[in-house]
């Protein structure tokens, strides 16, 4: 599956940002599909993470309450929707598909977007 992640910017802490990840080329809604983001600087990390069907979701700790993943099945589309951004989300995020849920991993998913990129300036 091919992915293209889009909607990064930058924007004001506190403020918001809505991320899409495109998919094509096999069935999307096979796929569990996860939120990584990487600082300059720091390693690639988890950020969120949402079962095929939907159904069933997952964050890492430091965006809980504030971050969003859903996915529009018809659409071939996940989202990841950033609400009371602070500087230290600043970071590439980046989309991608496996079969695996819940998993943290990066080397667990199978396929990757280029990645887009978010500035929350203080």
């Known amino acids: 599956v091919q992915l293209q992640a889009f909607g990064g910017g930058l924007v004001q802490a506190g403020g918001s940002l809505r991320l899409s990840c495109a998919a094509s080329?096999?069935?999307?809604?096979?796929?569990?599909m996860g939120w990584f983001r990487q600082a300059p600087g720091k390693e690639r990390e988890f950020v969120a993470a949402i079962r095929s069907t939907g159904g069933s979701t997952y964050y890492t700790n430091s965006v809980k309450g504030r971050f969003t993943i859903s996915r529009d099945n018809a659409k071939n589309t996940a989202y990841l929707q950033m609400n009371s951004l602070k500087p230290e989300d600043t970071a590439v995020y980046y989309c991608?598909?496996?079969?695996?849920?819940?998993?943290?991993?990066?080397?667990?998913?199978?396929?990757w977007g280029q990645g887009t990129l978010v500035t929350v300036s203080s």
């Open positions: 080329g096999r069935t999307f809604s096979n796929y569990a």
């Open positions: 991608a598909a496996g079969s695996l849920f819940p998993t943290t991993v990066s080397n667990r998913y199978d396929y």
